[in-house]
C-alpha cells in the first residue's frame, strides 16, 4: 500500500515536535531553575598548609607575604613614633630660640640705655685739663703706630683703667681706630682679640646700627 506524502510530512513534525518537548521536560531544572548563589568566604591571612586548594608552595608563600606585610606595619609605626619625637624636639629648640632672642633684645636695650647714660655723663665728668691729657695720648697713640697703641690700651686695662682707654679710644677718628682694630683681631694673643671685641661693644662710635652719634660728638675741637 502506497501512504501519501503528505501524511509523512505531518507524522514527522508530529515525532519531531514530541523529542524536542521529551527533551524540555528532562532537562526542565536546568532550563527554568536558578541556580543557588554561592555565598563568598574569605580566608584569613594566615593560611592553613593542610587546605587541599593551594598548593605547598602558595601556602608559603602568601604566608611569608603575610609575615613581611606585618614587618612593615611594625616599622612604619616605629618611624611614626621617631617623627613624633623629632616634632617635639624641633618645638622645644624653637621655644629655646625664642627665649635667647627676647634675652638678647633685653642685652642690647639695657647696653642702650647705659652707653646712652655714659654720653650724657661725659660732658660733665672731663674736666678741661683732663679732656687734654686724653687728647694727648690718643694722637701719642696715632703716632706710636697701631702695635704699641694695641699693648699701651692692653695695660690701661690690666690696671682696671679700660673706661679712661676707651674714653681715649673714642677720642680717635674712625680710620684711626681701624688699624688698631685690625692689628688685635689679627694677634695671635687671644687677650688683645678680646679687647678688640670689648673696645667693638662699648664704643658709641664702632655701633651705629644703635643708633649712637661719633664718639667725638660735642667735644672740643683739638
Known sequence: MKIPPIILVVLTVILSVGSAGL???????????KAPVKEAK?????????????????????????KELAALKEKLLEREIELDSRESAITMDL???????????????????RLAE???????????AKLKEYKDTAKRW???????????????????????ALTIFELLKSDEKAPIIAFML?????????????????????????????????????
Not at 706710636?144 to 692692653?154: D, R, T
Open 23 to 33: 527533551m524540555v521536560f528532562l532537562n526542565r531544572k536546568d532550563l527554568f531553575e
Open 42 to 66: 574569605f580566608t584569613s591571612i594566615e593560611f592553613d598548609a593542610d587546605d587541599t586548594s593551594y598548593s605547598p608552595a602558595e601556602t608559603h608563600s602568601m604566608n611569608q607575604l603575610s
Open 95 to 113: 621655644e629655646s630660640l625664642e627665649k635667647q632672642k627676647a634675652e638678647l633684645s633685653q642685652i642690647r636695650e639695657d647696653l642702650s640705655s
Open 118 to 128: 655714659f654720653e650724657q655723663r661725659e660732658g660733665q665728668d672731663l674736666s678741661e
Open 142 to 164: 696715632v703716632e706710636m703706630g697701631p702695635e704699641i697703641a694695641s699693648i699701651e690700651i692692653q695695660n690701661w686695662r690690666q690696671k682696671r683703667r679700660f673706661e679712661e
Open 186 to 222: 689679627n694677634s695671635d694673643e687671644d687677650a688683645l682679640i678680646e679687647l678688640a671685641d670689648a673696645l667693638a661693644m662699648r664704643d658709641r662710635g664702632l655701633l651705629p646700627n644703635l643708633g649712637f652719634q661719633d664718639a667725638s660728638a660735642g667735644l672740643p675741637a683739638n
